[in-house]
């Protein structure tokens, strides 16, 4: 497939890729171009701004949860040759997993998906040394895959001579500058971007940001360069679930400010094999989906709508009944807070939650558990004997009992705890899955769903 693609990366996070991603994300949605957006890595929170603010669709893909020819494949499933694919790189963009290894790194991924690099470099606080960090760059691209730079947070005038000193000194093209301005940054917080249902003046932002980059940065040059992007082939590794026969049943999925991290990928597997995925509001609704015979409820920012959530008395019986009749459940960090008994807010503070389990989540002022694992089930549940899912943690809340019906592997360090709980019916626990990595969830799921729908 001849897919236009570019894949914007920086050396270190902080460096100002997704400000410019989200500008250039902008410019081409209104340059009438079929433009879609990937993040490299399990970050939630860029792609929910890719499609929330801007409108575009998005996908994570991670070379660690499903290695190079998986993760091609779904690069480029239910992609089309018109189509404009913009990849958004994670940290630096050697950094993979546990920071040495290739694995997850940005480069990783534009070198399995040939996609040409732009390199955004932050030069707040420095001269000419900019030429030598971008050579140091380059010497590291084995593969020739950097094609432009762009300079963040530089004047006008310093720009104008460092360009050609660039340009003269190495064997790349530099495509424009960002000026250091405070009304081009966007708010964060600890798990990354703030989401944008809680930012009112983001989308003028960003189309003051697309206004600005549009007057500083050649686009032009980068859709040339996305255009010389090499054709890719690649083997259909994805299984492909045949129908049985049987009616679809209803997974109720949770989904709104406080419930919004989801992995576009394990939504379609589920669909894939055979569920029907309605939506509800933990915060607004008072019932379950009618007809719903299974309930995932994902991560999000549930500490802070505590309060709306625990007065919501009416969705906690009806998450209670659906527990109590063995309805197949699956919750993950947010969700896994929520089925406490309550959350203890930074205050001390604390909210009466679900209650099916009798523990309380409480805020630790500090990162718990960060990083990529590998989980087995100590029985097999959802996934075969022996076999394991990829996963990510990034919490600052805490359990008094964090479960232990799987071993979690770190792939680097080699360390150990156990975490989940899990039975014929449930996983629910911190960890954030991701299901490609192991089709048998998803499968397993959905199956569990269906004898459930069928029992009824």
Known sequence: ?????????????????????????????????????????????????????????????????????????????????????????????????????????????????????????????????????????????????????????????????????????????????????????????????????????????????????????????IIEIAETAQELEYKNTIAQNKEDGRHTPIIAVAKDEAFCFYYEDNLRMLRENGARLEYFSPLHDKKLPDGCSGLLIGGGYPELYAEALSANKEMHREIRNAWENDMPMVAECGGFMYLHSAIIDKEGKSHAMVGILPDVCYDKGKLVRFGYIELEENNSYFIPKHEKIKGHEFHYFDSEDNGSGCIAYKPVTHKTYFCVMCGENYWIGFPHLYYPSNPAFAKSFVEKVKRYSDAE
């Not at 250091?180 to 971007?193: A, P, Q, Y």
């Not at 930012?199 to 040059?221: D, G």
């Open 1 to 221: 497939m001849k897919l236009r693609r570019i894949m914007i990366a920086a050396p270190k996070s902080g460096s100002g890729k997704t400000t410019i991603t989200c500008a250039l994300l902008q410019m081409l949605k209104g340059m009438d171009q079929q433009v879609v957006s990937y993040k490299c890595g399990p970050d939630y929170i860029d792609p929910i701004f890719h499609k929330n603010v801007i409108g575009v669709p998005f996908k994570n893909l991670d070379t660690f949860f499903t290695g190079e020819e998986e993760t091609k494949t779904l690069f480029l499933k239910d992609r089309t040759e018109k189509d404009f694919a913009v990849l958004e790189g994670v940290m630096g963009i050697y950094d993979g997993l546990g920071g040495v290894r290739e694995e997850g790194s940005s480069y990783h991924l534009a070198g399995i998906t040939k996609t040409p690099i732009i390199l955004v470099v932050d030069t707040k606080g420095m001269g000419r040394s900019v030429v030598s960090l971008i050579a140091g760059f380059l010497k590291y691209d084995t593969e020739h895959l950097m094609k432009g730079v762009i300079l963040n947070r530089i004047s006008k005038s310093y720009y104008e001579m460092i360009k050609p000193m660039i340009e003269k000194e190495l064997d790349i093209s530099v495509l424009g500058y960002l000026e250091d301005r405070k009304c081009f940054h966007i708010e964060s917080r600890h798990l990354g971007l703030m989401i944008p249902d809680e930012t009112n003046h983001v989308k003028t932002l960003l189309r003051s940001i697309s206004e600005e980059f549009q007057k500083t940065v050649s686009v032009n040059k």
